[in-house]
Nanobody, 124 residues
Framework: VQLQASGGGLVQAGGSLRLSCAAS????????RAWFRQAPGKEREFVGA????????LYADSVKGRFAISGDNAKNMMYLQINSLKPEDTAVYYC??????????????????WGQGTLVTVSS
């Protein structure tokens, strides 16, 4: 499956964005799907994920209550709604997918497929 992330931009602190991840070449809902982010000079970190077959979601503690993942199976899309943005949310956001991941491994970055990333910049 090929993934393409979009929707990033420059936003003021407290604002909102919705990131999109478009999948092609596979049925997205059959994959575990995730968002990661990488801030300048830092390692890539887990943001949230949605499991296949039921769509259970999981979030990093740092984004709980502010970020929400959803999917549109008919459009083969995944979204990341980001609210109450903070300057520390500034990063390149990546979507990822994997056919084999189990729920307990969703936070690990060993996904098979990755999008190219979309930059979110939050100004204070």
């Amino acid at each position: 499956v090929q993934l393409q992330a979009s929707g990033g931009g420059l936003v003021q602190a407290g604002g909102s964005l919705r990131l999109s991840c478009a999948a092609s070449g596979g049925t997205f809902s059959r994959y575990a799907r995730a968002w990661f982010r990488q801030a300048p000079g830092k390692e890539r970190e887990f943001v949230g994920a949605i499991h296949r077959n039921g769509g259970s979601t999981l979030y990093a503690d740092s984004v709980k209550g502010r970020f929400a993942i959803s999917g549109d199976n008919a459009k083969n899309m995944m979204y990341l709604q980001i609210n109450s943005l903070k300057p520390e949310d500034t990063a390149v956001y990546y979507c990822a997918a994997d056919r084999s991941k189990i729920y307990s491994s969703l936070t690990h970055p060993d996904y098979s497929y990755w999008g190219q990333g979309t930059l979110v910049t939050v100004s204070s």
